[in-house]
C-alpha cells in the first residue's frame, strides 16, 4: 500500500525505544476505536501514520539489541526485550487493522456502538463551543484526570490532530476533544464540556 | 424475540471481548514487572477464554441472516472480533516470556516502569475507607485515574467485578498513569510500599 522507509542503524537506546513503542501501541488501540465509534477517517489516517513509525521502532530496537549481546548470558535477556517490543507491534498492528476498517468503508455495525456502551473504558468527542468556560485553559488547568479520571487523547484543530497532547496544550474554541474514561468520569466530562458530537461525520 | 436475544449476546460478547484483551495486555506487563507466574498465567487462561469466546462470537455473527446490503457492517464486526484475539495473542507473547522463565533485561523492567500508562502494587490497610465497600460504590478509577487490574486475597487472584467488595488485606494490582499511582496508595492507605 505504501513505500516502506528506509532504514539505517541510529543510536537509540533500548529503553527508550521501548517505552515508546509501549506508549503508542497502547495509544493507538484507544485512538483506532474512537475513528471507528466516531467513524473519523482523518483520525483513522493517523493511526496508520504511527503503525508506521511503531513498525520501524520495532527495527531499530531489534538492531540495537542485536549490538547490545556480547555472550549468551546477554542474548538470553535481551531476546525478552525483542520478544515484548514485537508483542508491542503486534498491538499497534491490531489498531492499524481498526483503522483499516474505517478507511476502507467497511461499515460499523450499530452493535459496535451498543456494545461501547457496555465496556469499561468510555471514549467520547466533545467540540468546545464558543464561550465555553473551557476555552484558553490548559489540560492541565482543567484538572480532568485528577478530578474524573478522564484523560484527553487526541485534539483536532483545524484539519490537524494534537495526538496525546501535553497537559500544557491550551484548549481552543472550535476544538474536538477526544478523551477516555470510566464511565462516570465520562458523563461529568461531557456535561461539563457542553455538547457532544453525535456520531457521523467528523 | 430470537432476533433481538442475539443481538445482544453479540453486543456483549464483543464488549467483553475488547476489555478482556485490554486487560489481558495490562496483566501481561504487570507479570513481569512483578516477575509473577501466576498473573502470566492468569494471561494464559483468559487467551484460551478469548479464543473460545471469539470463536462463538464468529459463529453467532454468521448465524445472522444477512442481506447483502448489511454485509459490510457485519463484516466490520468480525473484523473487530480478530483485533481483540490479536491482542489477546500480543498479551500471551508478553506472559511468555515470563512464563518461559527468561531472566529479563533491566531495561525491560524500567521501560514498563517509566511508560506512561504504570502498573502498581497497592495494599488495603484497616484504616482504609475503600474496606467493605464494593468497586462500584469505592470509584476507584474515578478517585484515582488507576484501573483495578486484579486482586490479591490471601494466595487467590480476584478478577474484579463492580460487586467484588474490598477486605482489608487485599492487594491490587492497578494501571494507570503514573501520577495517579500515588493517590491509589493514599487511598489504600498503603503502610509500606511494595517494591
Request: proline content about 4%.
Amino acid at each position: 500500500m505504501h513505500g516502506l522507509d528506509k532504514l539505517e542503524y541510529k543510536p537509540i537506546s533500548v529503553r527508550d525505544l521501548l517505552v515508546e513503542m509501549k506508549d503508542l501501541s497502547e495509544l493507538m488501540i484507544d485512538l483506532a476505536y474512537s475513528a471507528a465509534l466516531f467513524n473519523s477517517r482523518p483520525l483513522a489516517e493517523e493511526v496508520i501514520e504511527m503503525e508506521r513509525r511503531v513498525d520501524n521502532l520495532a527495527y531499530q530496537l531489534d538492531m540495537s539489541a542485536m549490538l547490545a549481546a556480547k555472550s549468551p548470558r546477554d542474548a538470553e535477556s535481551l531476546v525478552a526485550v525483542s520478544v515484548v517490543a514485537s508483542a508491542a507491534d503486534k498491538i499497534s498492528d491490531a489498531a492499524g487493522d481498526i483503522a483499516g476498517i474505517v478507511i476502507r468503508e467497511i461499515g460499523i455495525h450499530p452493535i459496535v456502538r451498543e456494545a461501547f456502551e457496555k465496556v469499561e473504558e468510555h471514549l467520547t468527542r466533545v467540540e468546545i463551543q464558543k464561550g465555553s468556560v473551557w476555552a484558553n485553559k490548559t489540560l492541565h488547568e482543567l484538572e480532568l484526570a485528577p478530578k474524573m479520571g478522564v484523560d484527553v487523547i487526541a485534539i483536532r484543530r483545524d484539519k490537524e490532530f494534537i495526538i496525546n497532547p501535553e497537559k500544557d496544550e491550551l484548549v481552543l474554541e472550535g476544538d474536538i476533544v477526544i478523551a477516555r474514561g470510566a464511565p462516570l468520569g465520562i458523563e461529568e466530562f461531557e456535561r461539563l464540556a457542553g455538547r457532544t458530537m453525535p456520531a457521523g461525520r467528523s | 424475540m430470537v432476533i433481538k436475544d442475539t443481538f445482544k449476546d453479540i453486543v456483549d460478547m464483543l464488549a467483553e471481548l475488547k476489555d478482556t484483551s485490554e486487560l489481558m495486555v495490562d496483566l501481561a506487563y504487570s507479570s513481569i514487572l512483578l516477575n509473577n507466574k501466576e498473573l502470566a498465567q492468569e494471561v494464559a487462561t483468559l487467551e484460551e477464554h478469548v479464543d473460545d469466546l471469539h470463536t462463538k462470537f464468529e459463529l453467532l455473527v454468521l448465524t445472522r441472516c444477512i442481506s447483502p446490503q448489511e454485509s459490510k457492517d457485519y463484516l466490520g464486526l468480525i473484523r473487530l472480533g480478530v483485533v481483540t484475539e490479536k491482542i489477546a495473542d500480543a498479551a500471551m507473547q508478553i506472559a511468555g516470556v515470563v512464563l518461559r522463565g527468561l531472566q529479563p533485561h533491566p531495561v525491560l523492567k524500567l521501560a514498563i516502569k517509566e511508560a506512561e500508562e504504570t502498573v502498581v502494587h497497592a495494599h488495603v490497610s484497616k484504616k482504609s475507607p475503600l474496606v467493605g465497600k464494593t468497586l462500584r460504590e469505592a470509584q476507584v478509577h474515578e478517585e484515582t485515574g488507576m484501573w483495578v487490574l486484579c486482586i490479591k486475597r490471601a494466595d487467590k487472584w480476584i478478577r474484579p467485578k463492580p460487586d467484588t467488595v474490598i477486605e482489608a488485606g487485599d492487594q491490587f494490582i492497578a494501571s494507570g498513569y503514573a501520577e495517579g499511582a500515588d493517590d491509589l496508595k493514599r487511598l489504600t492507605n498503603a503502610e509500606k510500599r511494595m517494591k
